[in-house]
Structures are given as C-alpha cells and as structure tokens.
C-alpha cells in the first residue's frame, strides 16, 4: 500500500480531506481528528490486508505516520 | 462512481449549493458507501442549504460520534437537510433535563437517546449478584421515564428511545443457569418498561434495538468499546439510522402509499408467457415458498394501510388467469389497486398508476428483479424508492422489501386497515362514470353525503393522520401529530370538524378536516383546510367551504379568514377560496390570505347532500 492509497484509505474512513503530505502531521494538528478515526483506520487496514493489528499498541500513535509505519503495512 | 461525484463535490465546496444532487446520488450507494457519504454531508452548514431542514440532536451514555455519519446519510436519502448535533459522552441525563443546553439552540425536530448496558453494570459493586442488577435496573428505568416525561414538556420535537441490548459479557460473569435466567428476566422487564413508553407517550417512539442487532450484529466491537467508549458497531448504528430515517419521514408526512410489484421474478418465479399461468413458480417447494413469502408479506403490509399495485412486462390477459387460476398464488387481483400489465415503459406505467389512485408519483415504491427496468425508474423517477431484488435468490426477496420501513406510521387508524377496499371500491365507481352519459347524471347517480362532525378521542389519530398524509388538497400543509389534535381540541378558541363522506357505492369513512379559531376582533380563521384527494371534483370541497360561512356567520363572527401556503403539491388549490366567494386581501411570494365578508353565502351545492352535525 502507497502512502496515497493509505491517505485515500484514511479520507474514506474519516471524511477528513487528507493527502500523503498530511501523514507526518501530528493528530493534535489535524483538524477533526480523533481517537474513534485511529480505532476506525486500524480496523480497515485490519479488513484491506487480512490481518490482526495489536491495537492497544497503537493507542499512542501521534502521527498517520506512526500507524501507517507500525501497522508494518504489506507492500 | 456515486460516492466520487460526492467527494468532488465536497472538495469544490459545491454540496450545499447542489444539495438537490445529493438524495438521488445515494439512491445508489450500499451501507459503506452511505456511511462515507455522510461524513462528506455532516461537514456542510445544513442553515446555507435551500430546501427541508430536519434537526436531529443525538445524546446518549456511550460515545456516539460514529452515528453522525450514517445518520446524516440516512436523512439526506430522504430528501432531508440534515443537521445532526451530537451530545456528550454520558451527558444525556443532563442534557435531556437542562433546557438551556447548547444543544437545543434550534429545537431539534427529533432527539435521539441511545441507552447501552455498561451504564447500568458500571455502577454496580464488584462482585455483583442479580438482584444488584435487577435494583439498578428498576432505579435506571425511573430514571428515564422522568426524563422522558420532563424532555415532553420541555420540547416540541418528538423523542426516540432505543433498547440496550444485554451484552453476552455481562451475562457470562453469572455462573448458574438460573441466575443467568433471572438476569434475563429482569433485563427483558427494563426492556419492556422502556418499549412501554412508546405506547403511553405520544411524540415518543422506542426503537427495539434486538431485532436489529440480529440482523446486523454484532451489537459491539470490543476494542473500539473498550479503547474508545464507543459501544455500537456501525451495521448497528447504520441499522438504527435507517429506522430513525424512517421515523422522520413519517412524521413529515413522506411515508409512502403504494407498493408496487412487478411480477415475474419478483412475486413469482419464471416468466408468465414463457411458463404459463400454471407454470410459474409459488406456493410449493423451497424457492416457491420464498415468493408466497413476499406475496404474504405484502398482503400483511397492506392489511395496514398500503396499497398494492403490479407494474409488470406482460400480457394482461395471461396475468388475469394467472390471479385467478394458479391455486398456489397467495396474491389476488382483489389485494390490488392497480394492476398495469403491458410491454410499455415501466416509468410511464408508475405514473400512470398514481394518476389512477390520485397520488403523486412519489408515494409509490417499486421493486423489480430486472436491473434495467430499476435503472429506468431510478432515473425518470428520482423520487420513487426502489427496492432491488435479484432473480436467482428468492429467499433475500423478502428482506429486500422490509430492510427499509417505507410505510412506517405514527399509528395504524381503522381508515388503514380498509383503505385498499376504498379504492377498490373507486375503481368501480370510476367503471360507473365513464358509463354516464354527463358529469351531471353522474354525480346526480352517485349520491354523495357529507357530514362534518367534532371528532371523539377515536378519531383523533384519524384526524391527525389526515393533516399527515394529505399533499394535494392542503392549504396551509401545517402537520399534526396526535397530541397536537388533540390540543387543538381542548381549545376553547379553536375548533376541529372531521369531514365524513359516503355514496351508494360505499361509506368513504372519515375523509377530511378543517381547523378553526377565532381571531381576537371577533373573526373567525380557517388555520387548515385538508381532504383526502379519493373524494375531490364532485362538490364535496365547495359543500364544505358553504358550511363555514353559514356557520361563522350563524356564530356572529365579523368575517370568515383563510390562508393559501404553496407547497410543490398544492398548487391545484391555490385558487379554491378565491372560487368559494372569498377576496383576496394580501398575497406575498404565493401565500396568499383570503377573507369573506359573510354577506352572501355561496350557492348551495347540487348532488350533495349535507349533515352538519355541529356548528362552526
């Protein structure tokens, strides 16, 4: 998964208009955003790629970044 | 490809200005899609959009952010401006007593309360016993009916409530069976008194949350519970969200009259010409009892008021001798209103099935197996929903056509459960007028009689109904539910006259209404003016209007005052008091208001016969 189709995936599951330039962005930064997305985005990547993301870990995500890199998202 | 014009849309900050776009395009779009639709629509300002607004406020003991988006899709798809508001976390207690919350700055037409389980347990002590549970739940559900009673006069709008579901967590910390049994028993109990006050209050509707949980669980996501105080899934909240739709679109006077079924692969199975009358697939084996599953379950719909048309490609002759002759068919020619059978376009044949039972074409709903004929319909009839089946699997058929709750009402009246004979009964009055030789012999043979009567607490919900359902002849399209009727009775300065209305083909039961009060220079105000469009064009309307001038004049009123307001339905009534004797004293951007001076009451109405059981 790009960083586009990562960002494309967050929009949809957020309705936050978002590019891949936004996924360094802190979450305190991201207008809209908060801890029901985190929980909504970790559960689609869980459904898109077949598999079990240890959420409680993730909790502390700070950026799009974070989870788009700890959730070791296969190419 | 729905969804993408709606994103483009939104980021061209286009949605408000072509909100018209918007229920059309989610006409087409499944729950996902409906669910990321709203979150595009939740982000515009409902007060710049042109058209009707509808204010939910949404409030409840668990986070509900996750409602916001279906919610607002599922109103948006009924033509709505929505403007959902959200309560805090576990503030509804607050919330629902404070009048002066933030979130009642406009007065929502509907409120939301969503209760959940963890309220109750998480006040428990640890460890718990059942009658810890059953203790709180009898203090919880005080709790609540107060609230309930409180948020009645407080507000306006109406309120609905759903049922927390027992969650299998809470269930299985109790070891023994029959402690287990009772935690049922008591939790069922706190379910039922809830549901118990859909049925005292009006204005209060419980939604029944099992059901849908059932059919869309599961009720939780145990780490977006446990991570985010969010406690509903959202196939759940996606399932509540459509039922509040449809609630809305009731009050609103949008729900919808007509079912009407196409045939072959949709209430029977294989192709009439090709299989025969005898040949079509019903009755017996798996698959024919999926179709006698749908016939049953539209007969059951309109045994409370829908009506049932077929709008099918066919021959209409080989339809007849199948309604007639197939002894596995639970469907009749004698369940139907309409039956249009031919090979023409199936949207030419909707409308020309509205036409025949005088109602617009919005009112009808359509199912159809065939993608192309759904497709033609979605595109020439924007406003007809469409109900998608598919031929190869019958037993979803059933489903299909109850996922949505198109003929959801406040209240089923007596006038519901015999509407379908009525019109039965005007198909046959209309074989008499076209045999007449004049409209004078004509409506001199039919023999109409008109009685206006103060309606008793048995024809209020009737009443109510009327100013609910009516579009056409409406003059002011103000709409009431049953409580307010019934305010308007106990009024010393207004009146209420029901309209009764019967012919030597039959008693047409309670056909009308018209609101009056008296103004403080000592005139009399006609506020509304409604009659059901089955008895229009035969003098019933002018027979009615006499009444009210000779009755505010026997009264001693000074003039008798009236108001036109358009609506898109009601322009075929915009010149009915100016026709009746009255003059027209304002008119402003099409609201026009009308006064008689009494002086000459209009002319006496040939062929209708007049009972006034009581006076204006």
Redesign the interface.
Known sequence: MTENDFAELVE????L?LTADDLATRFDDLPGW???HL??VL?ALESEHGITLR??HL?DATSLADLYTAAAVPA | MSLDRLRELSRAGGLAENYTEVAPLLAGLDDTGLRRAGMLLSKVDASVVDGPRLTVAVVGSSALQPIEAPLTAQLARHGFVPDVRLGGYGQYGMELRDPGNPLWDVEPDLTVCVLDADEVFDHLPTPWTVDDVRAALDEHVAQVESLVAGYRGDHVGALVLTTPPLPRHWAAQVVDLRGRAELGIAWRGFESRLLGLGVEHTGVFVVDLNPLVGEHGPLRDHRLAAYTSVRFTDPVLTALSREVGHIARALRGKTSKVLVLDLDNTTWGGVLVEEGPLGITTGAGPVGEAFTAVQKAAKQLASQGALLAVCSKNDEDKVREAFATNPDLTLREDDLVALVANWGAKPDNLRQIAEQLNLGVDSLVFIDDSPSERGLVAANLPGVPVIAVEAGEPALHLHRLLADGWFTTQRVTDEDRVRGERYRTERRRLEFKERADSLGDYLAQLGTEVELFAPGPGEVGRIAQITQRTNQFNLTTVRLDVAAVTGALADPGREVLGVRCADRFGDHGVVGAVFTSTEPDGARRVDNFLLSCRVLARGVEDAVLRELVLGARDAGATELRAAYRPTAKNGAVAGFYAKGGFSLVAEDGGAREFAHDLAEAPAEIPHVVVRAATTV
């Open positions: 949809a599951e957020t309705g208009p908060d801890s029901v929980l909504k559960s959420i409680a909790l």
